[in-house]
């Protein structure tokens, strides 16, 4: 089984140090890295490059969980397509090995919490929706035009003094969009 190592650092103050160092005792034969990129950002150039550079029967070994990402919905996410790749995770800090029974029992725990997450984001999410529209407040995006626009876009398609995109540019809108607008109303 190779190891392959990913570390990172938010800043480009702090240091790869301990990080590299305790990636390179844990037998990784190349690490990977990311300086002064923050965990929220799951689009990052070194992260791209381990991931791509990882095969079936690979271990990608990182110091610490928070180093791979800060969202528990993507680490789940992404430690389950390593799995699907045939990728072993290990952890380091957290002693999360999914090469072994107990790493992936705690892995399954985390991503039962991870599905947990989201569907308590869901409950509040429509929750604050019910209760803005309790209040009488309208939910989702404004309306492309206001009725007034649209009887009148209706009327000078209806005699011939404009046509689509005409109308479209003078509303700043895409044609597609002024159609579908036409089509809600009618």
Not at 1 to 19: E, F, H, P, W
Not at 24 to 41: F, H, I, L, M, N
Not at 92 to 119: N, V, Y
Not at 169 to 184: E, G, I, S, W
Request: glycine share 8%; aromatic share 4%.
């Amino acid at each position: 089984m190779k190891k392959i190592g990913y570390a990172r650092v938010s800043t480009s103050d702090q240091n790869l140090d301990l990080q590299l160092s305790a990636l390179k005792a844990a037998g990784c034969a190349r690490v990977y890295t990311d300086q002064g990129v923050s965990g929220a950002e799951f689009e990052r150039d070194g992260l791209s490059k381990v991931l791509k550079a990882l095969q079936a029967g690979d271990m990608l070994v990182v110091w610490r969980l928070d180093r791979l990402g800060r969202s528990l919905v993507d680490l789940v996410r992404l430690i389950s397509e390593l799995g699907e790749r045939e990728v072993e995770f290990h952890s380091l800090s957290e002693a999360i090995d999914t090469s072994s029974s107990g790493g992936r029992l705690l892995f399954h725990l985390l991503a039962a919490m991870a599905e947990f997450e989201r569907s308590l984001i869901s409950e509040r999410t429509k929750a604050g929706m019910e209760a803005a529209r309790a209040r009488g407040q309208r939910i989702g995006r404004k309306p492309a035009m206001t009725a007034t626009q649209l009887r009148s876009a209706r009327i000078a398609l209806k005699d011939g003094s404009a046509s689509v995109e005409t109308l479209a540019k003078r509303y700043n809108l895409h044609p597609r969009t002024l159609v579908r607008a036409l089509k809600d109303v009618a």
